[in-house]
């Protein structure tokens, strides 16, 4: 049963020259899609506006049946779509906890705790890093407090953009399961933009493949990792017509 569900949807920044052109996206509870393309194919675009930080252009978006608000990055997290930015988007002068509790606002006052804890048994590297400023921590640290602060607003879509920009694969590597994990016990539903394909479809269930805008084809992750040649048929645009 699909939780996400992109219909027909036309994205980018000009009505007249879209950037994603009729993409048609569904992700069902606890699955988790590898969405990859090369640069400019429109990934990052495209998670924008789900997310509601850009206009929608055209088309329709829902989570679990009900149509989300276009342009509306309130509506859409309202809705459960979270995403996680490719620059993580830190309070960097706040500290780790603090960031972490700005996601527990709308938590009860006695689950505020269960929350915080929950965030240092996702990422323990996270435990002794509360009180220092997010700006201070390590790039993989940013990472796992970005995730972690997107997981505890308990999306039923989580978005990622660029899981491992800038990251050691040892970093990316202790952040999967974690996704998997989630996946898996709260049948969160995960897009995961990710430049590193053989990490991201040891991860994934189901690759989309982005190019130039549209869905050059997509297929069961083992089946791609088995034949990586055909990503790069694709990125190139040399792949036979499915
Ligand atoms: N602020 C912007 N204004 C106008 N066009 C933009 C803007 N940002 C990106 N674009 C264009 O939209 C297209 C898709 O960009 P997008 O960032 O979505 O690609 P991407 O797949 O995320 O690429 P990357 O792998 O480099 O992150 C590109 O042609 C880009 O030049
Ligand atoms: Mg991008």
């Not at 939780?3 to 048609?24: M, N």
């Not at 899609?33 to 789900?50: F, I, R, S, Y």
């Not at 995403?83 to 993580?88: A, C, Q, S, T």
């Not at 972690?148 to 694969?169: F, N, T, Y």
Request: charged share 20%.
């Amino acid at each position: 049963m699909s939780v996400l569900q992109a219909t027909a949807l036309d994205a980018g920044y000009r009505s007249d020259s879209p950037v994603v052109r009729g993409i048609d996206l569904s992700v069902d509870r606890g699955e988790i899609v590898a969405l990859l393309g090369p640069n400019g194919a429109g990934k990052t675009t495209l998670l924008e506006t789900l997310s509601g930080l850009l206009p929608r252009l055209g088309g329709a978006v829902s989570v679990d049946g009900n149509p989300v608000r276009p342009g509306d990055p309130r509506a859409a997290v309202r809705a459960g779509l979270v995403l996680v930015p490719d620059d993580r988007a830190l309070f960097r002068g706040l500290t780790c906890e603090q960031n972490l509790r700005l996601a527990v606002g709308s938590y009860r006052r006695a689950d505020v705790a269960a929350g915080l804890a929950q965030a240092r048994e996702w990422f323990p590297a996270l435990d002794k890093r509360m009180k220092v400023a997010a700006g201070q921590v390590s790039g993989g640290e940013q990472q796992m407090l970005a995730i972690a602060r997107a997981l505890l607003q308990r999306p039923k879509v989580l978005l990622i953009d660029e899981l491992s920009m800038g990251l050691a694969p040892v970093i990316v590597e202790s952040i999967l399961p974690v996704l998997r994990g989630v996946a898996a016990s709260e049948g969160t539903a995960i897009v995961l933009v990710e430049q590193h394909v053989r990490l991201a479809l040891d991860v994934a269930d189901r690759a989309v493949v982005l190019v130039h805008g549209n869905i050059a084809f997509e297929c069961p992750a083992t089946e791609l990792a088995a034949d990586l040649g055909r990503l790069e048929s694709a990125y190139l645009g040399t792949s036979a017509p499915a």
